[in-house]
Every structure is written in C-alpha cells, then in structure tokens.
C-alpha cells in the first residue's frame, strides 16, 4: 500500500512539475509551486518509511575490516550495529 502511495505522489509530483513550466500567469506558478513542494517533501518521508518497514525497525548491520595487533597479521571483522561496534573476535587487539 505505501508504494502505491509512492507512486502516486511521484506521479502527481511529476504532473505539478510540468504545470509549473507551463504555468501562463503568477496564480498557476504559484499554486503549482506550492503543490511541487509539498509532495517534493512527501516522498522522502514515505521512503524512509518504507526503509524502516523493510528492516522491521532495527537499523542495518554492516561489517568492516580492521587490522589486528595479532602476531599472524590476521585480519578480524567488526561487526557494527547502530553506534557501538561489538567486536566477534574479542581476543585480538583491534585497531581502526
């Protein structure tokens, strides 16, 4: 329901903007520059939503390389989710 919701205020977004260069006088610029705008700032709310239903409200893991003060020169994974890093190998000293 919400990409239908998406498309639709992409489409009329596209509609304003093409009134908006045809506008003939002051009111239809204005009027059509108002609509542009508001579902301009629509569609970036509605992606965002769509990005917390998609990962059901938890924020994305990522995984990153770091170099280890381990004798073998081996490399360990950090793993990051949200704004404290939990280290899978706390063995290794680990540096950025």
Do not use: W
Not at 35 to 48: K, S, V
Not at 61 to 73: L, Q, V, Y
Request: proline share 5%; charged share 20%; hydrophobic share 45%.
């Amino acid at each position: 329901m919400l990409v239908a919701q998406m498309v639709s205020v992409h489409v009329m977004a596209m509609r304003c903007a093409h009134h908006l260069a045809n506008a003939e006088d002051i009111g239809q610029q204005d009027s059509a520059g108002r609509a542009l705008g508001r579902l301009a700032r629509t569609f970036p709310a509605q992606i965002e939503a769509l990005n917390r239903y998609r990962s059901h409200g938890e924020p994305a893991i990522t995984a990153a390389r770091r170099r280890c003060a381990a004798k073998s020169a081996a490399a360990c994974m950090a793993v990051h989710r949200g704004p404290a890093p939990a280290l899978l190998r706390p063995e290794l000293d680990c540096t950025t």
